[in-house]
């Protein structure tokens, strides 16, 4: 993640907002935190579905970047899905993403999102696109 935050800022971003934290980078998995608090919690005190796709497509986007050529390409979400399995009112959120797919022009992740006990709070699967960056 220190390669990542050094070539981009996260500073004002929907990760900082939401406090977002990339805890394990590599090829093959990524894993990611995000506190279940005021900024990430719905009016009825329940984490927010958008809050969790907001965390499965951070993990998705992420662990794409990690795999390409950030000198000549970049990525976007192209499709995300989810399933709210189990509501949660406080605590930490891990999401767990895994490619399913690792294509050259797009990426497409599993992740699962789980509490503190490993219970399953939500199902996600998200496309990224992979873009080339236009020579000048």
Not at 12 to 20: F, K, N, R, S
Not at 43 to 49: T, Y
Request: aromatic share 2%; proline share 4%; charged share 20%.
């Amino acid at each position: 993640m220190d390669e990542m935050a050094n070539r981009t800022s996260l500073k004002g971003t929907l990760m900082e907002a939401l406090g977002i934290e990339i805890v394990e980078l590599d090829p093959e998995k990524v894993v990611a935190t995000m506190p279940v608090n005021e900024a990430t919690r719905q009016p009825f005190g329940l984490l927010h579905g958008g809050a969790s796709v907001a965390l499965a497509e951070t993990v998705a986007s992420v662990g794409t970047y990690n795999l390409i050529d950030p000198v000549r390409q970049f990525t976007v979400g192209l499709e995300i899905n989810a399933n709210h399995i189990r509501g949660k009112r406080d605590g930490i959120v891990t999401a767990v993403g895994t490619p399913l797919h690792k294509g050259r022009t797009t990426m497409v992740w599993d992740i699962k999102l789980t509490d503190e006990t490993g219970k399953l709070i939500c199902v996600s699967r998200c496309t990224i696109a992979i873009i080339d960056i236009p020579e000048n």
